[in-house]
């Protein structure tokens, strides 16, 4: 028959298990537990793969074709797809599967910038107005709340509108005015989801202590308020750069957008939506639109997949 544990034995052991606990605990945080999430997670690795394609594809399309996507021969306009070219031609007789090729990169930079122009301001903002408080976090939610009032495309309208271009604009010139035009309207978004992520951090023990031993206000939101309210912001610019994406290529479709000679998606399917179009040569239209769709679609699988690793209620 087994003796029982004394007391002196109990309180080794328990000693013992006590920085085997604290050790396990500190080798872990919030982003590798999300990491170890998404591993197991088959929709991240899906949404990451098609994301690394079209990257790739936007960075170095010479890999995917060789074809000039600006030859045409009228000779082969609305040709269907064939051997020689696997996507078809299109009304000027442009080889389709070179031109969706190549309209990646435009779709993609406009997205990517358009994210990473509203997560800077969109973070500034929201973090000056939630740490500040007070006047400063009336007047600049105040002024957030005016962008926010007007809808993403009809501003993006009423900007690229007032503000045209033509085909001697460099094609930067071109990307960035939508950029702008898209940045513009959906910082706000990001400000106010930042400004409530810093107003949840700043009561934390942590900030409190790190405000008493006499950091200054930039050490506080670099060390301690930024890195734990970044996970709910760098969410919702997974999902908004798909978003951002469609967006730039329904500018494009209703012609104020990206304007030739630049090549995008957009603009494919705007040149392959004309009168009888759709029905004499579909696709003109069906390639461009899958490639587009696949595009958003990783993005908000990813979105999606980072948000869900990262929320722990659902763990």
Same mark, same amino acid.
Do not use: C
């Given at each position: 028959?087994?003796?029982?544990?004394?007391?002196?034995?109990?309180?080794?052991?328990?000693?013992?298990?006590?920085?085997?606990?604290?050790?396990?605990?500190?080798?872990?945080?919030?982003?590798?537990?999300?990491?170890?999430?998404?591993?197991?997670?088959? =929709?991240? @690795?899906?949404?990451?793969?098609?994301?690394? !394609?079209?990257? !790739?594809?936007?960075?170095?399309?010479?890999?995917?074709?060789?074809?000039?996507?600006?030859?045409?021969?009228?000779?082969?306009?609305?040709?269907?797809?064939?051997?020689?070219?696997?996507?078809?031609?299109?009304?000027?007789?442009?080889? !389709?599967?070179?031109?969706?090729?190549?309209?990646?990169?435009?779709?993609?930079?406009?997205?990517? =910038?358009?994210?990473?122009?509203?997560?800077?301001?969109?973070?500034?903002?929201?973090?000056?107005?939630?740490? $500040?408080?007070?006047?400063?976090?009336?007047?600049? $939610?105040?002024?957030?709340?005016?962008?926010?009032?007007?809808?993403?495309?009809?501003?993006?309208?009423?900007?690229?509108?007032?503000?045209?271009?033509?085909?001697?604009?460099?094609?930067?010139?071109?990307? #960035?005015?939508?950029?702008?035009?898209?940045?513009?309207? #959906? @910082?706000?978004?990001?400000?106010?989801?930042?400004?409530?992520?810093?107003?949840?951090?700043?009561?934390?023990?942590?900030?409190?202590?790190?405000?008493?031993?006499?950091?200054?206000?930039?050490?506080?939101?670099?060390?301690?308020?930024?890195?734990?309210?970044?996970?709910?912001?760098?969410?919702?610019?997974?999902?908004?750069?798909?978003?951002?994406?469609?967006?730039?290529?329904?500018?494009?479709?209703?012609?104020?957008?990206?304007?030739?000679?630049?090549?995008? @998606?957009?603009?494919?399917?705007?040149?392959?939506?004309?009168?009888?179009?759709?029905?004499?040569?579909?696709?003109?239209?069906?390639?461009?639109?899958? =490639?587009?769709?696949?595009?958003?679609?990783? =993005?908000?699988?990813?979105?999606?997949?980072?948000?869900?690793?990262?929320?722990?209620?659902?763990?």
């Amino acid at each position: 028959m087994t003796e029982p544990l004394t007391a002196q034995e109990v309180s080794g052991a328990a000693g013992a298990l006590v920085p085997a606990t604290r050790a396990a605990d500190e080798g872990r945080s919030l982003w590798s537990d999300a990491w170890a999430d998404l591993r197991r997670n088959p =929709f991240f @690795w899906v949404s990451a793969v098609l994301i690394a !394609v079209f990257l !790739v594809m936007a960075a170095f399309p010479q890999l995917f074709t060789s074809t000039d996507p600006y030859f045409a021969d009228l000779a082969h306009a609305r040709e269907k797809p064939s051997a020689e070219a696997w996507f078809g031609y299109d009304g000027q007789g442009h080889d !389709v599967y070179a031109r969706t090729i190549y309209g990646a990169r435009s779709s993609i930079l406009v997205g990517v =910038f358009a994210t990473l122009f509203t997560l800077v301001i969109g973070s500034l903002f929201g973090i000056l107005a939630g740490y $500040s408080g007070g006047s400063l976090d009336a007047l600049l $939610s105040r002024l957030g709340d005016i962008f926010f009032a007007i809808p993403l495309l009809l501003g993006g309208i009423l900007i690229l509108y007032t503000f045209p271009s033509d085909l001697e604009t460099p094609y930067l010139v071109v990307v #960035g005015k939508v950029v702008l035009a898209l940045g513009l309207l #959906g @910082w706000p978004n990001i400000a106010r989801l930042m400004r409530s992520s810093v107003l949840q951090v700043k009561p934390n023990d942590y900030v409190q202590a790190a405000r008493a031993l006499g950091a200054s206000p930039g050490r506080i939101i670099l060390s301690h308020i930024l890195p734990n309210s970044l996970a709910a912001v760098i969410v919702v610019s997974t999902i908004n750069l798909g978003a951002y994406i469609a967006a730039e290529a329904t500018l494009s479709y209703l012609g104020i957008g990206l304007q030739p000679p630049a090549i995008s @998606w957009g603009l494919a399917i705007s040149e392959a939506s004309g009168i009888g179009l759709i029905r004499a040569a579909p696709h003109m239209l069906l390639f461009p639109s899958i =490639f587009l769709s696949l595009t958003v679609l990783a =993005f908000i699988m990813l979105g999606d997949a980072v948000r869900d690793a990262l929320d722990p209620k659902l763990r």
